[in-house]
């Protein structure tokens, strides 16, 4: 086969230690291949790029195993070679090698013909930004959680504040829980503490505040509140590290945010998820894909449903543009049956699918 990359190595990542195969002309119109073994440690690392700079290796793949790739990556991407983070699915087709040798080998063999094609690394930048935005969706996620435990406490003690106000965590809300925590059980008194609009509704919240406020009550919903308190204060800080690491590309955001549906949260997030440079995808599609938000169907009659966002990301179309506490958008999937199903389960298993597919 045709020699694409005459000095090239494939890395077979492991938690604690690579296998590093360094494929090179060996002077006499022949190949040469070594392989090594490093551990993970920084200072092991820097002696792997040590090794491949000395062995004049300008391409290197390596497989996408977890977050075990980060570390080699980082240290090779200051060193400026060529780096391909690959599909474990793309490089498992062949029976046979099984072991960790062969498979930096396997991996540098088929980088020489080039028959590797790389997953998309958003540069450093980007990178910071994806981890600031993730973190922040989690915190959210966090957030509404924890104000779902606040809301089923107080219906456990009969408390139907929810049924009044809007926002339970709100201003008037919170001073209402706060009384309720240090031991005021008074409704005419608890209801006192509404503010501005919510005040005309003193005699619903007079009738929802009569319930049967215990002692674990007050624990437990004092200790939600101190959560939830303690989650709005770390949201705001990542927001405030989001809009100094989005400085940069805050054309872009802005251009984002004009199109109608997409907040500013939104933008952040795509921007976080696939960068600015657009160049790095071939197609609209490979672009989507990198978002979630690519249509994929099961077969050619089955009808299309929205794919669902690579593990670990921030998908746009789900990113919420309220404020902390308002509960994201759920979506479920249901099972939908093409036609030419079979009559019953038993004839289901064990025969094919006469006509048509199902579709999940």
Partial sequence: ???????????????????????????????????RTYDTHTGSLEALANWLGTEGVSEVAMEATGDCWKPVWYVLEERGFDLKLVNVRHLKILPGRKTDVKDAEWIAEMLEHGLLRGSFVPPPAIRRLRDLTRY?????QAHSSECQRLQSTLEDAGIKLGSVVSDVIGASGRAMLRALVAGQRDPAVL??????????????????????????????????????????GAIARLDEQVDKAMAPFAEARDRIDGVTGVGKLAAECIIAEIGVAMSVFPTAGHR?????????????????????????????????????????????RTCQRSSGTLPN????????????TRSW
Avoid: Y
């Fill in 191 to 232: 209801a006192e503490l509404a503010k501005g609009r919510l005040r005309g509704k003193i005699p619903e919240l007079r009738q929802a505040l009569r319930g049967r406020f215990g002692e674990h009550h007050a624990l437990l919903v004092g200790l939600a509140l101190d959560h939830i308190e303690h989650l709005e």
């Fill in 345 to 356: 389960a038993s004839a289901r298993r064990g025969r094919r699918w006469p006509s048509g």
């Fill in 1 to 35: 086969m045709e020699i694409v990359a005459a000095r090239c190595a494939g890395i077979d990542i492991g938690k604690a230690v690579v296998q590093v195969s360094v494929r090179v002309p060996d002077g006499e119109d022949g190949r040469r291949k070594e392989t």
């Fill in 288 to 332: 989507l894909r990198g978002l979630g938000s690519a249509r994929a169907t099961t077969s050619p009659g089955a009808n299309a449903i929205p794919a669902e966002p690579p593990r670990g990301t921030v998908g746009w179309a789900r990113s919420s543009t309220s404020a902390p506490g308002r509960r994201p958008e759920v979506r479920t």
């Fill in 136 to 140: 922040r969706k989690r915190l959210t």
